[in-house]
């Protein structure tokens, strides 16, 4: 029905995708490529370039690395939520200016206190989810700053990996 252009069809199966991600709702039955010929094109865009997407956070997720094992059901939980849905899924940032920290933080700290931003220093950015924080502490502090993102979810960091590679 997609394939011929069905609106109404089209619709149900963006609602779907809304609640679970294309690998579940459409299954093995269509690849990326496939989708881009469902109409209205408009759908096909959206629904080929989120399949393109999760392949990439998949694979991305494959090469981080692991500092630990979560036995606590209660985190296991959350982190399977996180691996299925990596939200917020944002894709634009307001970057802020490169070592815009100093100025912010000059104005509560005396100089001598903040001389370790003229070497390399170290920042953890714990739940760091999908990365936006990171990515903007990352640029506000410069680059000095080794900014290290720790979260549950290897899926929310893979995105958080790919959104940093696109804001450099």
């Known amino acids: 029905a997609l394939a011929n252009g069905n609106p109404s069809d089209a619709r149900r199966l963006l609602l779907h995708l809304l609640y679970e ?12 490529d496939d989708c881009r010929k469902f109409r209205p094109r408009a ?5 080929a370039n989120r399949m393109k997407e999760d392949e990439t956070l998949t694979g991305l997720a494959k090469e981080i690395p692991s500092i630990g094992v979560m036995r606590d059901p209660t985190s296991q ?9 990596p939200y917020p899924r944002w894709t634009s940032l307001l970057v802020p200016a490169k070592d815009s920290a ?9 100089p001598e206190r903040l001389s370790f931003l003229e070497e390399p220093f170290k ?14 502490v990352a ?5 000095n700053a080794d900014v290290l993102a720790i979260d ?17």
């Not at 939980?77 to 849905?85: K, L, S, T």
């Not at 549950?152 to 450099?168: C, D, E, N, P, V």
């Open 21 to 32: 991600p294309p690998h579940v709702v459409i299954g093995d039955h269509f690849n990326g």
């Open 43 to 47: 759908c096909a865009e959206i629904i």
């Open 77 to 85: 939980r959350v982190a399977q939520q996180y691996e299925e849905h």
């Open 102 to 110: 100093r100025r912010t933080l000059e104005r509560f700290f005396a």
């Open 123 to 136: 920042v953890l950015i714990a739940g760091a989810g999908t990365g936006m924080q990171a990515i903007s």
């Open 139 to 143: 640029a506000r502090y410069g680059d």
């Open 152 to 168: 549950l979810s290897r899926r929310s960091l893979a995105y958080a990996k790919a959104r940093a590679a696109q804001f450099g």
